[in-house]
């Protein structure tokens, strides 16, 4: 069974799809772990709610972020999994951790990759009145919101919607997405070549998929 380790920060809404997921034996993995940065994390909760082990590893405990960075892969590696998963894990991380976990980290971001890396993603998509909005489930490389693309998950932008409206659209993609991707790496059936995703072997239309919700 794969196992899987998750990166929290907060709310861990994506997790909770995970958990529900599995619970429901639709996802085939095994949730060793869940890590938070911050002790407050609801997430936190979520997992201790479904029995997962759970770690807390302040970045406010370390001078650096080399020293962090550093205790986290070490907590990691103790729980030997296939996968980490980043679900709004809020740090920046090392381009010597990223190397560590090459092409078993994955991130989603809440925009079309390449457009909109960063934060405030719905609101600057509103405002540069963009037709379409979605999130990004890649493989993380050293730079930020960057990497080959798993699958993205796309909405129309409604004309008038407030950002608020529309993140919430987006984390309904993120919930059903960010599992099918994960259950894809368990499946084996993902390969990168040449800095793209292959699904099966190649490029496949699941891996944009558009919604009306
Ligand atoms: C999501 O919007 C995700 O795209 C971003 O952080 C948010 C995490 O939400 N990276 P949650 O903690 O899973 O509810």
């Not at 861990?12 to 994390?41: R, Y």
């Not at 890649?138 to 409206?165: K, M, N, T, Y």
Request: aromatic residues 6%; hydrophobic residues 40%; glycine residues 6%.
């Amino acid at each position: 069974m794969t196992r899987a380790v998750v990166l929290i920060s907060g709310s861990g809404s994506n997790l909770q799809a995970f958990i529900d997921q599995v619970d429901q034996g639709e996802l085939p993995i095994d949730l060793s772990l869940v890590v938070s940065n911050n002790p407050d994390a609801y997430g936190l909760t979520r997992a201790q709610q479904a029995g997962i082990d759970t770690a807390c590893i302040n970045h406010r405990d370390f001078d650096s972020r080399e020293e962090f960075d550093q205790a986290l892969l070490d907590r990691i590696d103790m729980a030997e999994p296939d996968i980490v998963i980043l679900a709004g894990f809020m740090r920046i991380l090392t381009a010597e951790f990223v190397h560590h976990f090459e092409n078993r980290l994955v991130n989603i971001h809440p925009a079309l990759l390449p457009k909109f890396p960063g934060t405030d993603t719905h609101q600057r998509a509103i405002n540069a009145g963009e037709h379409w909005h979605g999130a990004t489930i890649h493989f993380v490389v050293p730079e930020v919101d960057a990497g080959p693309i798993i699958l993205q998950g796309r909405i129309q932008v409604r004309r008038g919607e407030s950002a608020e409206q529309l993140q919430q659209r987006v984390h309904k993609i993120e919930h059903r997405l960010y599992p099918l991707a994960v259950k894809w790496f368990a499946e084996g059936r993902l390969t990168v070549r040449d800095d793209a995703v292959l699904l099966d072997n190649e490029r496949s239309a699941m891996q944009l998929q558009s919604f009306d919700l």
